[in-house]
């Protein structure tokens, strides 16, 4: 039976990020420290329809925010295992998401909705302040799906930019990504929160003979042969 949304005490909670790996809790105060959380979603077309989107969006801007500095970035993993830790149930609304945010130590969280119908891609996401509970910035893009690459890029930079912090030096070289590979790649996250390693891992694979630049499949397919973030 799981519990009721949020009614934690304060001890458990305190248990649970002791337990997680890494010094969560325990950030710098003068670098912002994001958690992205996983956006709800809806995919039409070329087989998307029971495909996790947002699971898969959240994870591409993770690995972009992770190639930048001046911010700190909570990998999906942390936050999946203090989910599933005090068995919460997240339904992606923004008091869920503040909550989430503040268990984690985390100043800002990401939430949002994702639409892909056919080849038109349609992103709207908030980025709240965990401390006061207001919406920093609203990211609203509209894009064909085969450029969804380009957009995660686009969407870290408004990000970036609410937050007064330095561009990257160096962009990565934009390509489009195959529908076919964004959802091999959404299938593969979805199975990897499962557990199932062994299907993403599969998934992952054919993701990157879709599309063999798909850095985040390589990523993730790094991470599971090797055992690193």
Not at 101 to 114: A, C, I, N, P
Not at 197 to 219: F, G, M, N, S, W
Request: avoid cysteine.
């Amino acid at each position: 039976m799981r519990r009721p949304p949020y009614a934690i005490a304060t001890a458990l909670a305190a248990f649970a990020l002791s337990a997680m790996p890494g010094p969560i809790q325990a950030q710098a105060n003068d670098v912002p420290t994001v958690a992205v959380l996983d956006f709800n979603s809806f995919m039409m077309g070329e087989g998307g329809a029971s495909v996790q989107l947002g699971k898969a969006i959240s994870a591409m801007l993770v690995t972009e925010f992770s190639n930048r500095e001046g911010i700190r970035i909570v990998e999906r993993q942390r936050i999946n295992a203090l989910i599933d830790e005090l068995e919460l149930n997240y339904t992606g609304a923004v008091e869920e998401a503040i909550e989430l945010g503040k268990l984690l130590g985390m100043q800002y969280v990401l939430l949002g909705q994702v639409t892909s119908i056919v080849d038109n891609l349609r992103m709207d996401i908030r980025a709240v302040d965990v401390e006061t509970s207001e919406i920093l910035t609203v990211m609203k893009k509209s894009d064909k799906t085969t450029e969804l690459f380009a957009v995660v890029v686009d969407l870290a930079d408004d990000f970036g930019e609410a937050l007064d912090l330095t561009p990257p030096s160096q962009r990565p070289e934009m390509q489009e990504i195959p529908v076919r590979a964004t959802i091999e790649f959404s299938r593969a996250v979805d199975f990897e929160d499962r557990g199932e390693v062994e299907q993403a891992i599969q998934h992952y694979e054919a993701t990157l003979e879709i599309h063999p630049a798909h850095r985040d499949a390589r990523r993730a397919l790094d991470r599971l042969r090797g055992g690193t973030s």
